[in-house]
């Protein structure tokens, strides 16, 4: 509780005696709620593997993979073919007696299940596996059958502490059309979930065996990746992960720029558009073999081309070490926005690292790529090329800022989105504000994310937010995953205060990340580290159907001390602001946050020194745009 709202709670108390000993008495049943846990999560508490403290258990464990692989991308027939070793260790109790690959895509097969209509460049024949060892055993596998994430019966059990080891040679199709991957054009390729993988085993679920349907994201281990991207000549390679062997596939003035790029605060070219064509940049081997490694990290993308023009520049991310993070980009000779790429990336990777979330970015380097999808991989992103300056940076801060969520907290997207994109949504608001001022971030995000969901005349997709992502439809998919999420983590952050709220943000990093935490993992955390007991918030923000609507009801007052009673009709426990409009014209804010909606959800009396006679009273949530603001109005006579 803030100072103002202890003082208007004497006033309260003072004047009216009935409302304030409501207020009391609702607050010891909202003190009492219990989180709705399903029963596989419920199991996951008892078996201490999570822990009600918030922390992980004393039993949690996940798995891990060692991927060790070497990818060719041939730019005439467009297949990449593969071979890998993955040593996959089984860090659970459990003995497993199946094993599941994940290869999301078979996404491309005509016949795999979609969320949505493709065009037909957009289909491929999928993945062909032409050799899958696990322990030296042949596996027989009927390639036509293989959707995006298949199960195998293990022919030798994988015990406790056991460590598989699987043999696999693969290839597939580029698609004409590319979504999160696939052709960009003729020759440059962005090459994304481009192996088989072991997928997830985890304590609350088992295997993920949820198939992708290119809606709902990914979920994947900490694993150690050795890539070799196998590209001709005069293809440049970028990828997740470090460059282990610049001298062997570039020339050496190239090699040169790059390196200097790592600790260069200027923004420069590595590779123009006339070098590029020229094909003055790599070496001239008929096949040039890029090898990159990056340990303990989700996943590894690369992408590829013979034209596209590549930047360089890189930025302080930790102040108390002074390390650096390089920042790339490669996009074709007529983008007006991609120039500025490397330059926003830099100003990105600084603001997050020393405001919100306030930690120091976590990888090595940062390269945006020019294609279709908008999209985050670890170390990379893929966004589309538009003339509006301000949108691409708008996009770009969002891709970048999932670094932190899922890359470094490690969620599970394909069941609760919100983990992630609520996040990222925020952060794209926070540094919006920043860099565009409150008034204009304001208006993009009610334009860009909340008015969308609160004016969709669809309003049966107010669905919990806690809803798996998966069974929630297109515009419910968002709704649930970015707009109402982000709304309830700001209006956190305003209930609690900036710095108690980073203290605690903080805290379920420091104890998730390299992990994967479920959203009872966050709840119980922050009501640990914070001392006190959110479920009733908890409950109201991601295990309702609310949305917002507020009304004022009755406005009354003895002297210049007003009641305004509010009715909380759409439920969601908003911050927001009273406005008064005193009889000379004059006005006063009084900024009220959730905590209001503590006692007691449905209405509340808030009590306000006024400083003169109120002529009008106006509600008014800013961002947490409401339904029907038409009843947000009292006008006195
Ligand atoms: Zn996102």
Redesign the pocket.
């Known amino acids: 509780m803030n100072q103002m709202q202890k003082q208007q709670n004497r006033w309260l108390k003072a004047i009216f005696p009935a409302a304030f000993a409501l207020l009391l008495s609702g607050s010891t049943a909202a003190d009492a709620q219990e989180l709705y846990l399903p029963r596989n999560i419920k199991m996951a508490y008892e078996k201490g593997s999570r822990s009600k403290d918030g922390k992980p258990g004393k039993n949690y464990w996940q798995n891990k993979g060692k991927y060790d692989m070497v990818i060719s991308v041939d730019p005439v027939s467009k297949i990449v073919t593969g071979t890998e070793t993955i040593k996959y260790t089984n860090h659970s109790p459990d003995t497993l007696h199946q094993i599941a690959i994940r290869f999301v895509n078979n996404l491309h097969k005509p016949a795999a299940p979609r969320a949505n209509y493709v065009n037909k460049d957009f289909l491929s024949d999928g993945l062909t596996i032409s050799s899958l060892q696990i322990d030296q055993q042949q596996y027989n596998v009927k390639n036509e059958n293989w959707g995006t994430v298949e199960e195998l019966e293990l022919k030798k059990p994988l015990n406790p502490g056991q460590t598989a080891e699987l043999n696999i040679s693969w290839s597939y199709p580029l698609s004409k059309e590319s979504g999160r991957e696939g052709q960009l054009d003729n020759s440059t390729f962005f090459v994304a979930y481009a192996f088989p993988r072991v997928s997830v085993y985890d304590d609350y679920y088992g295997w993920d065996l949820i198939p992708h349907t290119d809606r709902a994201e990914f979920y994947n281990d900490f694993n150690d990746y050795r890539l070799t991207v196998k590209a001709p000549k005069n293809f440049v390679v970028w990828a997740t992960g470090d460059l282990q062997n610049p001298q062997e596939v570039l020339q050496p003035v190239f090699a040169e720029r790059l390196k200097k790029s790592y600790t260069s605060e200027a923004i420069t070219p590595i590779a123009n558009a006339e070098e590029m064509t020229k094909g003055l940049v790599t070496q001239q081997n008929d096949w040039n073999s890029w090898v990159f490694t990056a340990d303990h990290i989700t996943d590894v993308t690369f992408a590829l081309s013979n034209h596209y023009l590549w930047d360089g520049g890189s930025v302080v991310v930790d102040s108390k070490t002074g390390r650096r993070a390089s920042a790339q980009a490669a996009y074709d000779a007529k983008a007006i926005d991609f120039p500025k790429a490397v330059d926003w990336t830099k100003q990105a990777l600084s603001w997050f690292s020393n405001n919100w979330p306030g930690i120091a970015y976590p990888f090595s380097k940062m390269t945006a790529v020019q294609g279709f999808a908008d999209m985050?991989y670890p170390m990379m992103i893929n966004d589309s090329t538009t003339p509006d300056l301000e949108f691409s940076q708008f996009v770009l801060n969002?891709?970048v800022a999932?670094t932190y969520f899922p890359f470094y907290m490690g969620t599970n997207e394909t069941r609760y989105a919100h983990m992630?994109?609520g996040w990222?949504?925020t952060l794209e608001y926070l540094i919006s504000t920043a860099q565009l001022g409150k008034e204009k971030a304001d208006e993009n995000f009610k334009k860009f994310r909340v008015d969308r969901w609160i004016n969709d005349p669809s309003a049966e997709e107010d669905q919990p937010v806690i809803t798996l992502s998966t069974q929630v439809s297109g515009a419910g998919y968002g709704n649930n995953a970015?707009v109402k999420p982000a709304l309830a983590y700001l209006a956190l952050k305003d209930m609690l205060g900036d710095a108690a709220f980073k203290k605690y943000l903080h805290a379920y990093m420091e104890r998730w990340n390299g992990k994967h935490p479920i959203p009872w993992d966050f709840f119980y955390t922050i009501n640990n580290v914070s001392g006190q007991n959110l479920n009733w918030y908890w409950n109201n923000w991601f295990f309702s159907n609310n949305y917002i609507d507020l009304a004022v009801k009755q406005v009354s007052n003895k002297g210049l001390l007003y009641q305004i009673k509010l009715d909380n009709v759409g439920g969601f426990a908003v911050p927001f602001d009273i406005k008064l409009k005193y009889k000379d014209g004059s006005t006063g804010v009084f900024h009220q946050t959730s905590a209001v909606w503590k006692a007691n959800q449905k209405s509340t009396v808030i009590a306000l020194n006024a400083k003169q006679t109120v002529v009008e009273v106006q509600v008014d949530g800013g961002i947490f745009m409401d339904a029907s603001p038409a009843d947000n109005i009292w006008k006195g006579k």
């Open positions: 985050e969002h891709e999932h992630d994109e990222a949504t970015y």
